[in-house]
């Protein structure tokens, strides 16, 4: 593991974006440079044996019920929309797709779960 890394300094807690980039992933985040009000993170990272390559990190909405936190309630309907890995959502689900991958799967739950800001 490489030194170093992209952090977010959010409610006097340090957060390694490199725990929130999608498993599969293999690029590593080397530094953030600057976030949006709308909180787009932009920076520099780079895959394996590879240039260096700008970032920029899109927000996920787990907020599926628009009541302004994310709790079991928002969890119920992502469970209630999973799909599995290989199956897209139907047009109702297609909300609970959080990454935009294609499919309501585990990913979408891990995501979720990072997310929750009360239980
Ligand atoms: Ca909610
Ligand atoms: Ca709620
Ligand atoms: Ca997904």
């Known amino acids: 593991m490489p030194s170093g890394g ?3 300094l959010h409610d006097h807690k ?8 999608h498993p599969a992933s293999q690029f590593y985040l080397m ?20 240039h260096i390559h ?16 994310v ?9 209630d929309c999973s799909s599995g890995p290989d199956v897209p959502p ?9 990454d935009q991958s294609g499919t309501v799967d585990l990913v979408d739950f891990r995501s979720m779960q990072l997310l929750l800001t009360a239980n």
């Open 6 to 8: 992209a952090f977010l």
């Open 14 to 21: 340090t957060h390694d974006l490199n725990a929130l980039v």
């Open 31 to 50: 530094e953030a440079n600057d976030i949006s009000n709308s909180g787009l993170i932009v920076g520099e990272g780079r895959l394996p044996g590879s």
């Open 54 to 69: 700008a970032f920029m990190l899109t927000p996920i909405d787990a907020d599926l019920d628009d009541d302004g936190d």
């Open 71 to 79: 709790d079991h309630n928002d969890y119920r309907l992502l469970a």
């Open 90 to 98: 139907q047009a109702p689900c297609l909300f609970a797709d959080l």
